[in-house]
Structures are given as C-alpha cells and as structure tokens.
C-alpha cells in the first residue's frame, strides 16, 4: 500500500471515528434532554398532588385504620377531579418510551427477563390500566429490581414504578392510582 492510499485510509478512519463519537454524544444529549423532560413533568404531578394533599384532613398519629381509609379516600377524590383531564402518554412520551424501553432491555436480559415476564404475566393477570383508576388493591404489585430503579428515570417520593402485565405502570404511592402507563415494557 502506498503513502498516499494509507493516508486516505487513515482519513477515513479518523473520520469515521468522530462521526461516531459524535453520534454518540447526540444520543447521550438526547437521552438527558428526555430525561430531564420526564422527571419534570413528574415533580409537577408530584407538587400537584403535594398542594391537594395538603388540602385534606390530616391524620393523627393515633388514627384509626377508618380514620386512615377516609384520609386515603379524600386524596384520591382530589386527585380523580384535579387530573381528570389527564391521558396516557403524559410522562411516557414516544421519546421516554423508548429510552425507557432501551433501559429495561440493557438491564434485564435473558433469563432474568423471561422470568420477570413470567411472574409479571402470572401476578398481574386480568389488571386494566386506566389512567386515573386505581390499581386494584388485592392484585399483586410485582417490585422492581433495585439496579432496574437506578437505572431508570427517577420519581418523586409519591410515586412509584410497577409492571402489570405488558405494562410499566407509574402509581400513587399512598392511593395506588394510576398517573401513567406504557405498553409492552418488557417486549
């Protein structure tokens, strides 16, 4: 090979090399960009739900477990009438959706997903998501890993991630209803 062949070839490389690194800080800026756009939109329904919370009848520390259910009750009716408007796909956007899917599908694979998928399909079995339902309090929450939380976008401390059947729900920590759901997180 000549000089002037291995120049070229080295050009090349070198060219290709920086597009390459490039591309990658493009997705890596992307994917902070989704991130940070989600985790927003949470702490907005997080604050919401905090300025609602605020305004029912606080509990003792001696309440009874009534006293406990009609707080909880109250709540969730001013959460159903504040976010009455409220549709899927406002904290799963089609860009989360698919980092959230890429996520999922770098930390779970293999045989720890078929497994999850598994117990997912067997534990949630006849659940329906609705934005704004509750999570029927005698169905079983499958927990997530510990590294898959890390991994993924974080939550306000009222709200929490779970799998139910083909979805990634996000619930009410205290009310079990629904702000969000995806389809086929674990496709």
Do not use: C
Not at 115 to 135: I, Q
């Amino acid at each position: 090979m000549g000089n002037r062949t291995a120049l070229i070839v080295a050009f090349m490389l070198l060219w290709a090399f920086t597009h390459a690194a490039e591309g990658q800080t493009t997705r890596v800026a992307h994917d902070k960009k989704v991130v940070a756009r989600f985790e927003g939109d949470a702490e907005r329904i997080h604050a919401q739900r905090e300025t609602l919370r605020s305004r029912v009848p606080k509990v003792s520390v001696d309440a009874t477990p009534a006293e406990i259910e009609t707080n909880k009750q109250g709540l969730l009716a001013a959460l159903a009438v504040a976010r009455k408007d409220a549709r899927a796909g406002e904290l799963f956007t089609p860009d989360a959706i698919k980092l959230i899917r890429k996520i999922i599908g770098t930390e779970l694979k293999g045989w720890k997903r078929n497994e999850l998928r598994k117990t997912v399909r067997e534990e949630t079995r006849g659940v329906v998501l609705r934005v704004n339902s509750v999570y029927p309090p005698s169905r079983e929450l499958v927990e997530m890993s510990p590294t898959l939380l890390l991994a993924l976008p974080q939550l306000p401390r009222s709200m929490r991630y779970r799998f139910a059947g083909q979805y990634l729900a996000i619930l009410d920590r205290d009310t079990g209803i629904v702000i969000d759901f995806m389809k086929n997180a674990l496709a």
